[in-house]
Every structure is written in C-alpha cells, then in structure tokens.
T-cell receptor
Framework: GAVVSQHPSWVICKSGTSVKIECRSL??????MFWYRQFPKQSLMLMAT?????????EQGVEKDKFLINHASLTLSTLTVTSAHPEDSSFYIC??????????????FGSGTRLTVV | GQQLNQSPQSMFIQEGEDVSMNCTSS?????WLWYKQDPGEGPVLLIA?????ELTSNGRLTAQFGITRKDSFLNISASIPSDVGIYFC?????????????FGTGTLLAVQP
C-alpha cells in the first residue's frame, strides 16, 4: 500500500528560528498533499493543500507567510514554520493523495512531527 | 475551521463490550471515512463510505453513511485492548481544486482488560 514518510518525527527549536518538515510519498506520486496541525487532545485541523508545481491553498486563518509550503516534486512537500514561537508548538501531520489508488480514497497519512518551540 | 461533531467525546469500557460512536454535520458530505489514531502517530484509515445509506464492515468494525449525508456511525463489536485510541470521522468536501478532508472532534476509547 501507499506509504508516506514524514521527517523529522520530533524537533525542538528556539523561539525565533525556522523549522522545516518534510513529507515524502515513497511508492507513489502525489500531485496533492495536505498539511494538518493537531493540538493536544484536539482534532486535526487542515492548514493547507499543497499542489505540485503551484502555490499552496491555505485555509482561512492560516498565515501563509509563516507556514511556507513548497511542493517542488511529485514525491516531496515541505512545510517551513518561520520565526517559530511557543504557540506554534503542535503535532504537524501531512497526508498525500495517490490519484491512482482508490481503495482508501487515496489519502495516506504520515506519522507526524512533534514540534516544540522553547 | 469547519469541523464535524463527534460523540461521545470519550468512552471507558470493559473488554468484550460493543462500542458505538457517531458523527454529525450541518453540511452534506460525499464521502465519510473513519480513522484511528494512536498516540504520536498519524491516523490510519479503518473504513471508507461512498454512498448514502451504505453499510460497510471491516472485521469487528461496522460503519454506515447516513441517508441525509450529514451523519455516520461506527460500531466496534467485542472490543479488545488494542482498540484503545482516538477515533476520528472525516468527511470529504471539494476544495476548489481537489477534495479535502474535514475531521471530527474525535472519540477517545479506553478498554479495560
């Protein structure tokens, strides 16, 4: 089945620095990837839809200049949290859609990245 | 952002009991999915529902897509300790260029051996 790899699985950074999170589709090409944020004991909130070769589509209330998304190839999307602050500490999860795999409606999730900003 | 209302918020049951949880929305969805998330992991798909009224099983799990397209339920029969986790429903909506998933508020399930 489709596999999505997310790296790093956890990261601690100082306030004011930037952090990059990678999401890779290992055995399929993903024209579309999605980035979610999950605070403790809460649901997954969609942040943005990442489209290969074009600009990402951000959900209402998500700052595009703070959460930079780059989907430069069919197997890699990156999320960069710029000038991170403690309130950005969260669990970030990506998912990728395999347009040719329909058994699970094409959405496969990564294992998430725990970001802690100190 | 948009969310689906899921109930109950949490459940604490004995091993062997059956479990039922549901999800409701004010909006219509074309697809309903149920996921399970273990701590520190991404969600894993359990069941996908594509048609209103559809009833689908996956082992001890059964889910139904409501006729109105605004609700869905998930049943787990004969629960076992490894069923512990957070269960999320998700509805698929068209986001302009592609379908995107909107997640429910989650149901925390604890199973006592």
């Amino acid at each position: 089945g489709a596999v999505v790899s997310q790296h790093p699985s956890w990261v601690i950074c100082k306030s004011g620095t930037s952090v990059k999170i990678e999401c890779r589709s290992l055995d399929f090409q993903a024209t579309t990837m999605f980035w979610y944020r999950q605070f403790p004991k809460q649901s997954l909130m969609l942040m943005a839809t990442s489209n290969e070769g074009s600009k990402a589509t951000y959900e209402q209330g998500v700052e595009k200049d703070k959460f930079l998304i780059n989907h430069a190839s069919l197997t890699l999307s990156t999320l960069t949290v710029t000038s991170a602050h403690p309130e950005d500490s969260s669990f970030y999860i990506c998912s990728a859609r395999d347009g040719f795999e329909t058994w699970n409606y094409g959405y496969t999730f990564g294992s998430g990245t725990r970001l802690t900003v100190v | 952002g948009q969310q689906l209302n899921q109930s109950p918020q949490s459940m604490f049951i004995q091993e062997g009991e059956d479990v039922s949880m549901n999800c409701t929305s004010s909006s219509i969805f074309n697809t309903w999915l149920w996921y399970k998330q273990d701590p520190g992991e991404g969600p894993v798909l359990l069941i996908a529902l594509y048609k209103a009224g559809e009833l689908t099983s996956n082992g001890r799990l059964t889910a139904q897509f409501g006729i109105t397209r605004k609700d869905s339920f998930l049943n787990i029969s004969a629960s076992i300790p490894s069923d512990v986790g957070i269960y999320f429903c998700a509805g698929s909506v068209y986001g302009g260029a592609t379908n995107k998933l909107i997640f429910g508020t989650g149901t925390l399930l604890a199973v006592q051996p």
